[in-house]
């Protein structure tokens, strides 16, 4: 079964390095969303994107956050300015973007990112 | 927007009993709620789903409802299994996932 597949599964930086959340949808997807979870917490929506625009985002997307789909096959968020609350898990999510009863929303492994 | 509230926050129960994780949402534009099991570190994974054209959905052991006008759904697990221990989230959103709410996840552990 086709998965979405996230690297790394783990990044550890310094508070305001910038880094680079990278996420291989499932090919014939045409939906892409990154979702964080702070340990112990719910799982928060970040942003959607299609046709290589950003569709929708959440109060916490800001001006730190960016996404990216540099080829036809990765899709990126990068975070400039790291900072301690950061520090959370990051799920990449796709969907094929028919919107039919069958249509569903999975999810990568995850990336966890510790700010120090 | 939207709010989603899961409860209860843990929930534990014999090996072979019944287990039922209530949610709520606000938005009444909201069309689809999945529910998810998430084991420690993994992704969360998808066990059911259901839109709002109907009101139950059963999947073996699984089931889920949803009563639009009030503005909940529910989780139904039955003959529970200590392999069903995980943390369940309930989600809604609309028909895009845009925007997609998750709940605040109910921890739940099968003794055995």
């Known amino acids: 079964e086709p998965e979405v597949t996230q690297t790394p599964s783990h990044q550890v930086t310094q508070m305001g390095q910038e880094v680079i959340l990278r996420c291989v949808p499932i090919?014939?997807?045409?939906?892409f969303y990154w979702y964080r979870q702070i340990l112990g917490q719910k799982v928060e929506f970040l942003v959607s994107?299609?046709?290589?625009?950003?569709?929708?985002k959440s109060e916490i997307f800001d001006d730190q956050f960016s996404v990216e789909r540099p080829d036809g096959s990765n899709f990126t968020l990068k975070i400039r300015s790291t900072k301690l609350e950061d520090s959370a898990m990051y799920f990449c999510a796709s969907s094929v973007g028919t919107w039919d009863l069958d249509e569903k929303l999975f999810f990568g492994s995850g990336t966890q990112l510790s700010v120090l | 927007g939207e709010n989603v509230e899961q409860h209860p926050s843990t929930l534990s129960v014999q090996e072979g009993d019944s287990a039922v994780i209530k949610c709520t949402y606000s938005d009444s534009a909201s069309n689809y709620f999945p529910w998810y099991k998430q084991e420690l570190g993994k992704r969360p994974q998808l066990i059911i789903d259901?839109?709002?054209?109907?009101g139950e959905k059963k999947d073996q052991r699984i089931a889920v409802t949803l009563n639009k006008t009030a503005k909940h759904f529910s989780l139904h697990i039955t003959e529970t299994q200590p392999e069903d221990s995980a943390v369940y989230f309930c989600?809604?959103?609309?028909?895009?996932?845009?925007?997609?709410?998750f709940g605040s996840g109910t921890k739940l552990n099968v003794k055995p």
């Open positions: 994107f299609y046709n290589n625009e950003i569709s929708e």
């Open positions: 259901i839109r709002s054209n109907v």
């Open positions: 989600a809604a959103g609309g028909y895009n996932f845009n925007k997609f709410y």
């Open positions: 090919s014939n997807h045409l939906y």
